[in-house]
């Protein structure tokens, strides 16, 4: 039995990273670290002073109330001394799940940012008398608790029908246990272990509305989470992922890659493998090269040859 993973589906996210940061919200204040939040903000508010545009400035000019980034509108937003400004969630995402520090728009790498809800102001306009709240772990100074608090609650798994008021579940296996005995409902734990969201971003289905979106996906391009041929209701996130399962559970014909790569032909063994070498390519029968496995050739000549060099003598 052979199978082939899907074809990749486009994904068409405007940022990317791979790593992620633990989601821990940190409740220290400016007044317990103010020395060092001085000093750090005193150092990037100086190298603002002397950032250079780069090409790519001219196309984040302000657009009103949008984030550029996610073409939101903008409740909060995040300053940054390397005067690019995002809307707060799409940069704590990348500090929080992904674990980056670079700006969203140059790349430029900033120990410490500003969140705030002072739209007609710029980061070198704040002194640390303006922070209420500042967080080491994710380098952030909020200028006022509100802004604080909608920041670090995008990190909590609370339900979102309101039966366990300000509840945090701590885990989205704990959340999802919550709403299927409470709610008979669920998340796709699959989003849910790979998708770089927010608990109250991931989608909240039916058992019915869940099989449809990991077997046939929805209208908006997203085609599934695809099943190993193999591994019974096994699925992956994407076709990546797949491929990495497929690479390292299962075995693949190295002789049907030379005749046609983008065909490639994957068994649940070596077992079937082998039998798949014997009914469709040339293998060499003795012992030694039987023991070693994999010593197949394309053709009778190749064969024919590895004989004369290998087992001359037999």
Request: glycine share 4%; aromatic share 10%; with cysteine.
């Amino acid at each position: 039995m052979s199978t082939k993973p899907q074809q990749k589906q486009q994904r068409n996210f405007r940022r990317t990273q791979d790593s992620q940061a633990p989601r821990k919200s940190d409740t220290n204040s400016s007044r317990s670290n103010g020395g060092k939040w001085k000093r750090a903000f005193a150092d990037e508010s100086l190298s603002s002073l002397n950032q250079t545009s780069s090409p790519g400035d001219n196309l984040e000019e302000d657009d009103g109330e949008i984030c550029i980034i996610c073409a939101n509108p903008r409740k909060y937003i995040a300053l940054s001394a390397c005067s690019h400004t995002t809307c707060h969630k799409c940069t704590f995402r990348q500090r929080a799940l992904y674990g980056k520090k670079g700006c969203l728009i140059c790349r430029t790498e900033n120990e410490q940012l500003i969140f705030t809800d002072k739209f007609d102001h710029q980061f070198a306009d704040f002194t640390p008398r303006d922070f209420a709240k500042t967080s080491e772990e994710y380098g952030i100074a909020f200028t006022s608790e509100e802004v604080y608090t909608a920041t670090l609650q995008l990190l909590k798994y609370n339900c979102p029908f309101g039966d366990v008021a300000d509840k945090d579940f701590e885990s989205f296996k704990k959340y999802n246990e919550h709403l299927k005995t409470s709610h008979n409902k669920t998340i796709c734990m699959i989003c849910a272990n790979n998708k770089k969201a927010f608990p109250s971003e991931l989608k909240i289905f039916t058992p019915n509305q869940l099989r449809n979106h990991q077997s046939r996906g929805d209208s908006n391009g997203f085609k599934g989470h695809p099943m190993c041929g193999f591994c019974t209701g096994q699925r992956f996130y994407s076709d990546d992922e797949l491929y990495v399962h497929m690479r390292d559970r299962h075995e693949r014909c190295h002789i049907c890659d030379q005749i046609d790569s983008t065909n490639p032909q994957y068994f649940k063994n070596y077992d079937q493998l082998f039998e798949h070498f014997r009914n469709s390519h040339y293998v060499c029968t003795v012992q030694t090269c039987l023991e070693s496995k994999f010593v197949v050739f394309r053709d009778d000549i190749d064969l024919q040859a590895h004989i004369l060099k290998e087992h001359r003598t037999i």
